[in-house]
């Protein structure tokens, strides 16, 4: 009878203990590393770092050694040709694609893409995921196409199937970022 009584208040005091200390819990589980360069170029271009940490998360955990199937680099695997395109309108002077190891470049075009996606798809989050992932050039297509955008404006499907989940991944992350995260850092 005492035993059963201990166990029980052992249980008790464990639960306390994690409810008091669920969010340090969740934050080993999603951590943000590289936290000064993420705010240093998402407040530099307008982008919530929560929205970067999440992508970041979804394209590499943050691996800044990544590189994926299709070619794409570092932490926010960015592909050749359009870290070449961002390069240019960043003015990066003598970029090489091999630069997008280095995490502070990396961070700083990824931003500056988003941003640039945003403005495009004015500041619409699953149209700016949807065109990071699946490219611009096929947003654009899918808003015209009645199949995809009853609207022209959001798309009611997403017809690929990577690009899809991909959305609904960093979207998910970025929640959980910003209830741990959304009032630490901006």
Do not use: H
């Amino acid at each position: 009878m005492k035993f059963k009584k201990i166990i029980k208040i052992l249980i008790l005091i464990f639960v306390v203990i994690i409810v008091i200390n669920i969010k340090s819990i969740f934050k080993s589980f999603y951590p943000i590393k590289y936290e000064n360069q993420i705010v240093k170029y998402s407040q530099r271009y307008n982008v919530d770092p929560c929205l970067v940490a999440a992508v970041i998360r979804a394209e590499s955990n943050f691996d800044g050694k990544a590189v994926s199937p299709k070619g794409a680099y570092g932490l926010m695997q960015i592909m050749p040709d359009t870290a070449l395109w961002v390069a240019e309108n960043m003015k990066l002077k003598d970029f090489d694609v091999e630069r997008l190891y280095e995490s502070e470049i990396n961070i700083a075009m990824g931003c500056w893409y988003i941003n640039n996606l945003n403005t495009e798809f004015n500041g619409n989050i699953d149209l700016v995921l949807a065109a990071y992932n699946g490219g611009r050039g096929n947003v654009q297509k899918w808003l015209n196409d009645k199949e995809y955008s009853s609207d022209g404006k959001t798309l009611d499907v997403i017809p690929f199937g990577e690009t899809d989940k991909y959305v609904k991944k960093v979207k998910t992350n970025y929640n959980i970022y910003l209830k741990l995260y959304g009032d630490e850092i901006k």
